[in-house]
């Protein structure tokens, strides 16, 4: 049974930062690719950012060069590191995993929430 707990989220001044971590078990995690994704009260979900099986990163426009994603296979564990935070940014998180035979997100995590004041 594959699991994805997220973590990491809180309530931060605008301006702040945030690292989101989300741990997987019972996936092969370097067998999936990976990304973060947010949905805002009244708002669609929308994709953050991902990251490939063989590392290529994807950044949404708004969050390009203030976020990071990273993956640490050997601990099954993907990471967001949000600087420089802003109220638009407020929203629950989740990670997804993406199997290699997938054309679309396969696993989903519970999310984390994530609340910027301005």
């Known amino acids: 049974q594959v699991q994805l707990a997220e973590s990491g989220g809180g309530l931060v001044q605008a301006g702040g930062s945030l690292r989101l971590s989300c741990t997987g078990s019972?996936?092969?995690?370097?067998?999936?690719?990976m990304g973060w994704f947010r949905q805002a009260p009244g708002k669609e979900r929308e994709g953050v950012s991902c990251i490939s099986w063989s590392g290529n990163l994807y950044y949404r426009g708004s969050v390009k060069g203030r976020f990071t994603i990273s993956r640490d296979n050997a601990k099954n564990t993907l990471y967001l590191q949000m600087n420089s935070l802003e109220a638009e940014d407020t929203a629950m998180y989740y990670c997804a995993a993406k199997p290699f035979s997938a054309s679309g997100w396969t696993y989903w995590g519970q999310g984390t929430q994530v609340t910027v004041s301005s």
């Open positions: 019972g996936l092969t995690f370097d067998d999936y690719a």
